[in-house]
């Protein structure tokens, strides 16, 4: 057994939706292990986008409780919230977010600034986190002049030269081709096993879910196995 990272406990989630309200998350119960390749799978709507954000911090949690190591995240201001986001989770959106005015250098160096690292150390960092993915040479190209795959893999890029805790990222296959995707996979893969961080990911895509340790399924907001 592996240290825990995450633990949720009766994590419930509802979108006010008009009058009504749309209920995502129904009493979620889990465990992740640091070190940990798994995904959440489930049919579109089961809630995986919803239970990635209450991970990662993008969206706030209001009732249940997420710990991450000791950090009990129902308990801690948007101050110390705001820490963990910058220094231990690195979030990769389905559509990327990238910043197309920078470069790809410049992506990556972003969040690296908001951790106040020295100058030199920084690019140290950034220059590894694009050789990792496989971006060498590509650094001056802005969003614009990189394929999906490309662009992806600055997304990701971005993420790992935090040097978080854990990877997290929404459907990170699903607007790339077959062999793309795979290539995209086999990266996080590889940055599992041998940087040791830990990745989280949603998706339905069955190459995905067949190259994962561990799937959690989602259906109608419940983990069903
Ligand atoms: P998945 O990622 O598995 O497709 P989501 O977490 O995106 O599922 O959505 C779970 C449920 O919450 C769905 O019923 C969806 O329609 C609803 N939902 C998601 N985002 C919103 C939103 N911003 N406002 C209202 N309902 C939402
Ligand atoms: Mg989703």
Redesign the pocket.
Known sequence: MGELLYSCQGVDFH???GELS?H?LKSIDLTIEEKEFVALA??????????LNLLGLVEPLKIGEIAMENYRFQTLGERELNRIRRFHIGFIFQNFHLNNALTAYENVEYFLFRQNIPRQQRAQRVQQALELVGLKGKESHRPLELSGGQKQRVAIARALAKEPKVIIA?EPTASLDQDTGREIMEILRRLNKEQGVTVIL?SHDTMVLESVERVIR?VD?RVVA
């Open positions: 979108y006010p939706l749309v995502a489930g049919p579109s709507g089961s809630g995986k986008t919803t239970l929404d949603a989602l907001g």
